[in-house]
């Protein structure tokens, strides 16, 4: 008999930052460019790169383990390693933004403080653990290359899908017929 489990998704910002190889060709060159420095890129430019990512996230040693994915290194709170059977990282598009998502499969609902256990290892998971690795890994963009940050030191924030749609999403008029 096999286990049901509940979805939980974490929610969090992305950046990157793109290093473009030196030119081919000498007329291709730009004086004032500096190769490099990195060119930080917001959430809106990664969207285009999303398949890359997700791909470079599956690849990636430490992202799958084990079937419990970053839950295997959890050392918290017994009762939250208890009831979140895993937590895998991965991207998602969302009002035209990528979003760094870490999906969570739940044996049992999390209280408001296992909850926020879960999302302390999670950010630490993505500051010091998994995403420190993961952000050292460039992937090929054609003229260049970038790395994905889930973890930032400015404007961090993790949420569940109800926290992120009321903080994050853009507020929208209802549409009234006259």
């Known amino acids: 008999m096999s286990e049901e489990y509940t979805e939980l998704k974490l929610y969090s910002p992305l950046t990157g930052d793109y290093t473009r190889d030196e030119p081919l060709f000498e007329e291709d060159y730009e004086e004032d460019y500096d190769y490099n420095e990195p060119e930080e890129w917001n959430s809106s430019y990664l969207t ?10 599956e690849n990636y040693p430490a992202s799958d383990n084990s079937d419990r994915g970053l839950m295997e290194y959890y050392h918290g709170l017994e009762s939250v390693d208890d009831k979140v059977h895993s937590l895998h990282p991965t991207v998602e598009t969302i009002d035209g933004k990528l979003y760094g998502v870490a999906v969570c499969k739940l044996k049992a609902e999390l209280t408001r403080e ?29 003229d260049g290359s ?3 940050h889930f973890w930032q030191w400015k404007d961090f924030k993790i949420q569940t899908k109800e926290e992120f749609e ?8 209802p549409h009234i017929p006259k």
């Open 166 to 173: 009321v903080d994050c999403l853009p507020k929208r008029t």
């Open 114 to 142: 296992e909850l926020s256990a879960l999302k302390e290892y999670c950010t630490g998971q993505y500051s010091d653990g998994w995403g420190e690795g993961f952000e050292q890994r460039d992937i090929d963009c054609g």
């Open 146 to 148: 970038f790395c994905v």
């Open 48 to 57: 285009q790169y999303q398949s890359e990512i997700e791909k470079m996230i």
